[in-house]
C-alpha cells in the first residue's frame, strides 16, 4: 500500500476528498499538525461521505515525527519547485508521498535536502499549481498504475 501524507493541511474539502481517494485505492492518510481545520468539520465528513469508516488514518505533531517510525522508508516530496517529474520516478510499494499545505507547499529548506526525493507535476509555465487533492490523485494513482495496482480491482 502507499502512505499519503498532508502536511499541515488547510482546506477541510481537499483533506476529505484525499481521505476519499485513500480508502478506494487502500492507501493509508498521515495528516500533520497542525490542521487549518477540526476533523471534525461537516466539509471534511461531506468530502469523504461514507468512506470514514474504511480510512486507515493517522496523526502526527510534525513530519519528523513520521519519519522516526518508518526510518527504512521512502518519502517523495511533491512540489511545484522540485526538478524531477513524478512520471521518472519509480515508485514501489510502502512509498509515502508527502504534500504540504495549500498556500505554501513544503517548506524550501526540506525540498532543498530531499532535491531526489522531490517530484512535481507539470503544468504550464505561467500557473500557479492545481488544486491539492487532485494532486494527490495523480501522483498516487501513478504509483499504482507503475505497481499494477497492486490488490485493486
Given at each position: ?151 485493486l480491482v
Amino acid at each position: 500500500m502507499f502512505h499519503i501524507v498532508m502536511v499541515e493541511p488547510e482546506i477541510p474539502q481537499n483533506t476529505g476528498n484525499v481521505a476519499r481517494t485513500c480508502s478506494v485505492t487502500g492507501s493509508c492518510l498521515h495528516l500533520v499538525r497542525p490542521l487549518g481545520f477540526s476533523v471534525d468539520d461537516r466539509h471534511l465528513k461531506r468530502a469523504g461521505l461514507d468512506y470514514w469508516h474504511t480510512l486507515d488514518i493517522s496523526y502526527f505533531d510534525s513530519l519528523e515525527e513520521l519519519q522516526a517510525l518508518y526510518p527504512d522508508s521512502r518519502f517523495f516530496y511533491a512540489s511545484t519547485h522540485a526538478e524531477n517529474r513524478y512520471t521518472d520516478t519509480a515508485f514501489r510499494d510502502g512509498d509515502f508521498l508527502v504534500f504540504g499545505k495549500e498556500t505554501a507547499g513544503l517548506p524550501k529548506e526540506l525540498l532543498a535536502k530531499n532535491a531526489d526525493h522531490a517530484i512535481r507535476i507539470p503544468m504550464g509555465e505561467s500557473q500557479r499549481s492545481l488544486n491539492l487533492s487532485n494532486s494527490v490523485a495523480i501522483v498516487l494513482y501513478e504509483a499504482l498504475r507503475q505497481n499494477n495496482f497492486l490488490d485493486l480491482v
